[in-house]
C-alpha cells in the first residue's frame, strides 16, 4: 500500500510568491490533515476533511492560506502571498476513521520564504 | 485538551531498555493517550495506543497507572535506528483527529 506523499519535497519562494503544496493521501481515505511545523515551533494542525468538504478549519493560520479538496482525492494548500513567518514543514496525514492512532502522515514539505 | 509534560531529551545506549515518561495531570475521562515516533526529514508515525493499565505491540510497551495521570512509553533494546522524537498525544478518540503535539522527547541511542 502506498503511504502518504507530498509534493514537492522542498520550495524556495520569495516574500509575494504563491505556492501550492500538493498531498496525495492513502487510497479509500476519506480524512485528510493539514499539519505545519513553523521553525521552533510545535507542529500544529491547519483543518480536517472528510472526503470533500472541510471538517475543521481552526488551525488555519489567516486567510492567505487556502486549501482545496475537489472529488475528495487529493488536496492542495495554497499560500498566497508567502510571508517569512510561513517558512517551516507542511504535513499533510491521512487515516481511513478518525481516532487519535490512525494518522498516516507524508514526508512533509519543506518551504522556504526568502 | 489535556497537557501533556515530557523530557526534552534522552540519552540511551544499543541494546537498552528505554522509559520515556508524559504526565498529563489534566487528562479527561474520555482521553486516550497515544504515541507517535518522528525521525528526521520524515512525518510522524503512530506507535502505540491506550486508555489504561498496560499497551503491548510489537514496536514498544505503554504502561498506564490506575489515576492516568501519567504514562510511559518502554522501548525494549534500542537501536541506533529508534533515535528519534517521541511524542505523547492525549484526547478524546472519539472527537475527531485532530492530534496536538507538544515538544516531544529527543531520544538520541548511542553505540
Known amino acids: 500500500e502506498a503511504g502518504v506523499t507530498q509534493f514537492p519535497s522542498h520550495s524556495v519562494i520569495e516574500k509575494g510568491q504563491t505556492v501550492t503544496l500538493r498531498c496525495d493521501p492513502i487510497s479509500g481515505h476519506d480524512n485528510l490533515y493539514w499539519y505545519r511545523r513553523v521553525m521552533g515551533k510545535e507542529i500544529k494542525f491547519l483543518l480536517h476533511?472528510?472526503?470533500?468538504?472541510?471538517?475543521?478549519e481552526s488551525g488555519m493560520p489567516n486567510n492567505r492560506f487556502l486549501a482545496e479538496r475537489t472529488g475528495g482525492t487529493y488536496s492542495t494548500l495554497k499560500v498566497q502571498p508567502a510571508e517569512l513567518e510561513d517558512s517551516g514543514v507542511y504535513f499533510c496525514a491521512s487515516s481511513l476513521y478518525r481516532d487519535r492512532g490512525s494518522a498516516n502522515f507524508g514526508p512533509g514539505t519543506r518551504l522556504l520564504v526568502l | 485538551l489535556a497537557k501533556t509534560t515530557q523530557p526534552i531529551s534522552m540519552d540511551s545506549y544499543e541494546g537498552q531498555e528505554v522509559n520515556i515518561t508524559c504526565s498529563h495531570n489534566n487528562i479527561a475521562t474520555n482521553d486516550y493517550i497515544t504515541w507517535y515516533q518522528q525521525f528526521p526529514s520524515q512525518g510522524p508515525r503512530f506507535i502505540i495506543q491506550g486508555y489504561k493499565t498496560k499497551v503491548t505491540n510489537e514496536v514498544a510497551s505503554l504502561f498506564i497507572p490506575a489515576d492516568r495521570k501519567s504514562s510511559t512509553l518502554s522501548l525494549p533494546r534500542v537501536s541506533l535506528s529508534d533515535t528519534a522524537v517521541y511524542y505523547c498525544l492525549v484526547g478524546d478518540n472519539n472527537a475527531g483527529n485532530m492530534l496536538t503535539f507538544g515538544g516531544g522527547t529527543r531520544l538520541m541511542v548511542k553505540p
Open positions: 476533511f472528510v472526503k470533500e468538504s472541510k471538517q475543521d
